[in-house]
């Protein structure tokens, strides 16, 4: 792993193009309106009978002001009362799907997600976590992972206090750039004071864990200025760092209808920024992980990833790939099993339907035999850098060679560009492959195709 990454232009150039960002397989996009209550109450069912431990995840919508990067699901407004009626449909909503769940199935990990969930008053978060509490299993010991997402704009010392005695133990901050004529350009003003008032108070209460969240491309952005807020921000000393591409498509994000297109780097200022930052987070002690992720070496997605255990989720890079993950809230997905379903994107829709005893759920996939082919031969490449044929072999009865017998000539291909190494046995993406991890997953994709390529961001 010293050599996690190697930078090659020219292999960044023929290999760079736009596609998922495979935090499931299949993707969102295959996702369809058949999936309803009756299969996610089934599957919570099966769950059940297998004592399988939970992740959950909750959904807070609102902003009190709009980032005009941003393609989250969110609620722009200033009046804090929205939030009331909203936290009583989630109340419905996890006494409903509680109901089919046992008492034995513990609560390994939690995440708030948003949106901007310390829009909520102290009061409601106390309730907020009060109601799950009252219908989960969550561990009092401090040994889960429960975080939340953080606006440092919105959070002062008071409210980290509250936090942790709540139970939360890893917080994950907003960023994006520090430089103010980027931050005017997007519409989201922070100050490196605020973010280290909240870094301050994280570290003296004891949360075992903080992620940064950066990205690169944005407007007024400079490879000079995007260095200077990586800088800044290694001297903060985050346990994890996500440094993400920012994908400019206002057709399908209104928000990005704001921002000036000739403002934005040029293409080849992004590869340099990207390129910087790999050398100075390298240099600063930080692992690669993947998708635009770095940890300590000493943080648990380094070591997961060293003994083979990382996966992947709706949440990112996770430990917990192993448990049943419960979405709450507009949009918000769960994965059960084989099983994916997505509550509807509408908030008003979402809350009539909890208000009148119905399930939110919109739309889902439940995965055949070959999506779970596919999935753990994704897993593998994207988690670890490498595929082990024998083991996707005997987990599902198939001869690998084979079975993928149409991948083989664009994988002996990416053999020949050296960004993979291709053997009998296996794959090894190589050290100028592994920011390309998503183009050989691609490989695997029984969907994906021209069309639905435009849906995603490029990979880098």
Known sequence: ?????????????????????????????????????????????????????????????????????????????????????????????????????????????????????????????????????????????????????????????????????????????????????????????QTLEQTRAVLDAAHTLQFRSVNIDLIYGLPKQTPESFARTVAEIITLQPDRLSVFNYAHLPDRFKPQRRINAEDLPSPGDKLRML????????????????????????????????????????????????????????????QIGDLYCQNNSDINAYQSSLDSGQLATARGLQCNADDCVRRAVIQQLICSFSLDFASIENAFKIEFRSYFNDCWPALQQMARDQLISLTATGIDILPAGRLLARSVCMLFDHYLNEQSRQRFSRVI
């Open 275 to 334: 390129e910087n930052s790999i050398e100075q987070l390298t240099a600063a002690g930080y692992r690669y992980i993947g998708m635009d992720h770095f940890a300590l070496p000493d943080d648990e997605l380094a070591s997961a990833q060293e003994d083979g255990t990382l996966q992947r989720n709706f949440q990112g890079y996770t430990t917990h790939g192993h448990c049943d993950l419960i979405g709450f809230g507009v949009s918000s997905i769960s």
């Open 1 to 189: 792993m010293l050599d996690a990454i190697r930078w090659d232009t020219d292999l960044i150039r023929r290999y760079d193009c736009a596609g998922p960002r495979y935090t499931s397989y299949p993707t969102a996009v295959q996702f369809h309106g058949d999936i309803g209550s009756f299969e996610l109450l089934q599957a919570l069912r099966d769950s059940r009978k297998a004592s399988r431990a939970l992740s959950l995840y909750v959904h807070i919508p609102f902003c009190a002001n709009i980032c005009y990067y941003c393609a989250c699901n969110k609620v722009i407004t200033k009046d804090r009362g929205r939030a009331q009626p909203y936290l009583e449909s989630l109340a419905r909503e996890m006494k409903q799907l509680a109901h089919h769940l046992g008492a034995d199935q513990i609560v390994e990990q939690l995440h708030f997600g948003g949106g901007t969930p310390t829009f909520l008053s102290h009061d409601e978060l106390r309730w907020l976590m009060a109601e799950i509490r009252s219908h989960f299993n969550l561990l009092d010991d401090d040994s889960g992972d429960y975080s939340i997402e953080i606006d440092p704009r919105e959070a002062d010392w008071a409210t980290m206090g509250l936090l942790r005695e709540l139970g939360f133990n890893r917080i994950s901050l907003g960023v994006q750039d520090l430089d103010p004529d980027v931050q005017r350009a997007v519409n989201r003003l």
